[in-house]
């Protein structure tokens, strides 16, 4: 149906337009939305609703005074003080002055209605402030209302009719496709004067293809000489404006007539409409382009500082040496490189009696250092992974836009190594879980896998730290040795094939952890571009609300 097409396309217009990086492009958007929501759905729902007519002019063209001439009274003060119209006004009959006349107008309170049993029933007459007025939100405002109009009479003067901002005016109103009334306003008292004045208007006209756009046929100008006043009303001479004050009359008559204007007012916008958003959506593609290539480049750093990460941790060079030593004073690694050569059993002994009561091992003082040590490696690649996006964004409008907003994006996240150590001690508890359970199925190291557990945990966590390949010269000395004196330890606790697949497992946990902890650093750059970051699609959501809505799908 038309009015769930254009409620998608309100739909995704709002949200373009606080997606929009810039005031003008937020501003274009929501114009649109709002030509939408208080014009192209209210008279989609109602094509029998009174026609609204609006006035439109530039400053001193006498369009107050014409609005006044059309109601038959001083409505809207016109004089010498400009702009004269600093609040629209719409005038209308009581049964027609409903709160669903010009409703978004009406809901900011943005034009005075006023109710006169005397105006003509089914028109509501609009005089709309000057389109170049010295007031920006009057601009605004009239370029509103001529996008809510169902019929636009155009006011001009013989000294202004040439001037830029009324073209710009009239062809906006070509491409909305609303039907047009004109006004010629304070022609010369010569005829000839006048004559040449009108023809020079008409052929403008016709150059700028607005003939074809007439309310009631070839577009209709009316001419008013200068000095043609009804001063009592404040408002120009009846018998000069009489043919649109007929044309009025003729349509308040009609209600088939007021119904065709209003369908054929409503078709052009909405044939219009596909052309309008496009404008829209190829900024939306543009931009949408350019956060992709944001977020890829953010992703390409955090993916580059994520691998490094894991090349260090497989190599297990990050631990300190007193930490290492620290765990080697308590297993004692010489010993049991000595004895490696005498088999297994001799190893298990070994094992039995490091797992005895006596002295506690430092397994938490390990573990906490171990975490340390990593914690603070995870942060210097985050730091040069957050470094890496700013600087390459810096090159780029939006990217610079976002960097403005979180200064912090330079560096990793505050609370980084936090959430890191809690995932560890987390981690690590998992790890001494499934020792637990390996030392149950082992029914003979059972008693001993229960007795050293925390011992045996910290010994399997640095086992996954740990990795001897790749490593020559200096870099063997502690961290291999300390290495082969885990793995020889777990393999004799639980068997070589379970201890290669738990740390396996560990070691893939523990990836999938620092994935997480890496992830969730590069959504900030994802969550300061804001909407931005989210404009796959839309693009193509307009364009499909646009084109269904003018095909009345």
């Excluded at 010369?188 to 293809?209: C, I, K, Q």
């Excluded at 909405?270 to 404008?279: C, H, Q, R, T, Y």
């Amino acid at each position: 149906m038309l009015t769930d097409a254009l409620r998608d396309l309100a739909s995704a217009l709002e949200r373009r337009a606080a997606s929009a990086p810039g005031p003008n492009r937020a501003a274009r958007a929501e114009r649109l939305r709002r030509h939408v929501t208080e014009y192209l759905l209210p008279r989609g729902r109602d094509a029998g609703a009174p026609l609204v007519i609006v006035i439109l002019g530039s400053t001193g063209s006498g369009k107050s005074s014409l609005f006044n001439a059309l109601a038959g009274r001083a409505v809207s003060p016109a004089g010498v003080l400009r702009p004269t119209t600093r609040r629209p006004v719409a005038l209308a009959h009581p049964d027609d002055a409903s709160p669903d006349l010009l409703p978004g107008l009406a809901t900011r309170k943005t034009v005075e209605l006023i109710a006169d049993a005397g105006a003509r029933r089914g028109i509501v007459l609009v005089d709309a402030p000057d389109f170049d007025s010295v007031e920006l939100a009057n601009r605004a405002l009239a370029v509103e209302l001529l996008e809510a109009a169902d019929l636009v009479i155009f006011v001009t003067t013989a000294t202004r009719y040439a001037d830029q901002v009324p073209w710009a005016i009239l062809g906006r109103a070509r491409q909305r496709g609303v039907p047009l009334l004109a006004v010629l306003n304070r022609l010369p008292a010569e005829t000839d004067d006048a004559d040449a004045v009108a023809r020079d208007y008409r052929n403008l006209l016709e150059r700028g293809h607005l003939e074809e756009a007439g309310a009631f046929g070839a577009l209709e100008v009316v001419p008013v000489a200068e000095g043609a006043l009804d001063t009592e009303r404040d408002a120009l001479d009846a018998a000069a404006v009489g043919p649109i004050s007929q044309a009025l009359d003729r349509l308040m008559a009609d209600d088939v007539a007021r119904r065709d204007l209003a369908m054929r007012s409503l078709e052009a916008a909405l044939s219009g409409l596909p052309e309008a958003v496009d404008e829209v959506a190829r900024e939306v593609d543009h931009e949408a382009t350019a956060a992709t290539a944001l977020l890829d480049a953010a992703a390409r750093s955090y993916a580059e500082r994520r691998k490094a990460l894991g090349d260090e941790l497989g190599r297990g060079t990050f631990l300190r040496a007193e930490v290492l030593r620290q765990w080697q004073a308590f297993v004692g690694a010489g010993q049991v490189a000595r004895i490696l050569s005498q088999g297994i059993g001799r190893i298990a002994a070994t094992v039995r009696g490091l797992l005895q009561p006596g002295p506690p091992p430092p397994a938490a003082e390990v573990r906490e250092g171990a975490f340390a040590d990593l914690v603070a490696l995870a942060i210097q690649h985050a730091d040069a992974a957050a470094r890496r996006t700013a600087t390459g964004w810096l090159g780029d409008p939006y990217g610079e836009r976002a960097l403005a907003v979180d200064a912090t994006l330079w560096g990793a996240s505050s609370g980084l190594g936090g959430r890191l150590t809690e995932g560890l001690e987390q981690w690590a508890d998992g790890v001494a879980d499934e020792i637990r359970t390996l030392g149950e199925k082992r029914k003979g190291w059972a008693q001993v896998a229960s007795i050293g557990v925390n011992a045996v945990g910290t010994s399997a966590i640095l086992a996954v730290f740990m990795h001897t390949g790749g490593l020559t010269g200096a870099e063997v000395g502690i961290t291999a040795a300390t290495a082969v004196v885990n793995q020889k330890l777990l393999e004799a606790i639980f068997g070589e094939a379970n201890v290669t697949a738990f740390v396996a497992r560990a070691r893939s946990a523990l990836g999938v952890l620092l994935d997480g902890a890496f992830d969730h650093e590069r959504q900030r750059f994802t969550t300061v571009l804001g909407e931005q970051a989210q404009l796959s699609g839309l693009a193509d959501q307009l364009r499909q609300a646009a084109r269904r809505a003018s095909m009345r799908e």
